[in-house]
């Protein structure tokens, strides 16, 4: 283990020059490569750091995780999904939760499905951003479903996190315009969506 080199990496993780930052997170993709185990006791601590830069390295530093990895990889962001910084969480849900889910769908999506059990806001919207990028957009029988859960929810910052990904969605995958709107007592939700659609 490189200790000298994880010290740099944590420095730029907290420049204030935000390519600094994102050659943070590189060097931490190119460990991941081909030392992933050998860091990985690492990452656990830095997921933890009372700095949010240091856990947006982290997080960002896994999207192009080996599939080998992807179970300890999902792991290791679950701490994030709950994640209370803006930083933090904006690059989780749309990024990080996004690549590593689709080196395993069925697994994710199982996960998914458990994890929105839990009331927590947080959350819920990475789920619901996650859904409306790369991972879900392929996968639109399975995302659809996930976000009807998480458009119920009372909160304009949860629900408006689905009717984002929800637009996304219909506007690539058109056939799935009737069943969504017609959910029932969402009409809130498809009032959003429906002004970003076209019919």
């Not at 990080?96 to 395993?104: I, K, W």
């Not at 659809?144 to 119920?152: G, M, N």
């Not at 709107?181 to 429906?194: F, G, N, P």
Request: aromatic share 12%; net charge neutral.
């Amino acid at each position: 283990m490189d200790d000298e080199l994880l010290q740099s990496i944590r420095t730029m993780a907290d420049d204030a020059d935000w390519e600094v930052r994102e050659d943070a997170a590189g060097a931490i993709k190119r460990l991941n490569d081909k030392h992933f185990n050998t860091y990985l006791p690492v990452w656990r601590e830095w997921i933890n750091d009372p700095n949010p830069n240091i856990r947006r390295a982290v997080e960002v530093g896994l999207l192009r995780i080996p599939k080998v990895h992807y179970h300890e990889a999902f792991e290791l962001l679950l701490p994030l999904l709950f994640d209370e910084d803006p930083y933090v969480r904006k690059n989780c849900g749309p990024f990080a939760l996004s690549a590593v889910a689709y080196r395993n769908p069925e697994h994710a999506f199982k996960r998914f499905g458990e994890l929105l059990e839990s009331e927590n806001k947080n959350m819920r919207w990475n789920i619901a951003a996650c859904l409306g990028v790369m991972f879900g957009m392929r996968y639109p029988e399975h995302s659809i479903p996930l976000l009807a859960k998480v458009a119920k929810d009372k909160r304009r910052f949860v629900w408006r996190a689905a009717a984002s990904s929800l637009i996304k969605l219909l506007r690539k995958y058109p056939e799935y315009k009737q069943e969504v709107y017609s959910w029932k007592d969402l009409d809130h939700v498809s009032d959003v969506v429906r002004q970003y659609v076209k019919e």
